[in-house]
């Protein structure tokens, strides 16, 4: 399989593999309410990451280069890192750990490299500059790129869905509460 269609597969199955492996991970999570605690403090850091860049980015209408998106160029993905490492801390399960190491190690680099491309396609002389100022994944603490000031858009926000997060993560932790509450 060429590389392009690997990733374009790999890209189209994230989602729906994810809802199998939290169900997966919810069968084999140990939960603590110490774990929980340290898990909803992570979770909360990463919903905000992703509710900021939501609130910023039109998707393939314009290159999204504020907020934090002046910080990294995939503030989504590095959201739904932090997510997951909330995941593995709340269940309090070294095989979750494993299952989410090797899930964002086999989707995200592939899933980043095509997002990548589509960026360059839609937008060749800004990305360019673009990239050359704001790192891939990992942030800078400092903003590397100079943007206008461009304000944070809840109509954003609800158009991009990102409410969806939010409510899957209130799922997933309540889920995990009561199976610790109700299962010895």
Request: hydrophobic fraction near 50%.
């Amino acid at each position: 399989m060429p590389e392009t269609t690997w990733n374009r597969t790999i890209y189209r199955w994230r989602v729906r593999s994810s809802l199998f492996l939290i169900l997966l991970i919810i069968v084999l999570a140990k939960p603590t309410w110490s774990s929980i605690l340290g898990g909803l403090a992570i979770c909360a850091l990463g919903l905000l990451i992703r509710a900021w860049a939501s609130g910023h980015i039109k998707k393939e209408k314009e290159l999204a280069m504020t907020g934090p998106y002046r910080y990294t160029r995939n503030p989504l993905y590095l959201g739904n890192f932090i997510l997951g490492v909330s995941v593995a801390v709340g269940t309090n399960s070294w095989w979750c750990v494993l299952i989410f190491a090797v899930y964002f190690l086999v989707f995200y680099p592939p899933v980043i490299k095509e997002e990548r491309e589509r960026m360059k396609r839609l937008f060749p002389a800004k990305y360019d500059e673009y990239k050359k100022h704001v790192p891939l994944f990992f942030p800078k603490l400092k903003p590397l790129f100079s943007a206008s000031p461009i304000k944070f858009s809840w109509s954003l926000y609800k158009k991009n869905r990102e409410y969806r997060a939010l409510l899957g993560s209130f799922i997933f932790w309540a889920i995990l509460v009561g199976k610790m509450l109700l299962l010895p």
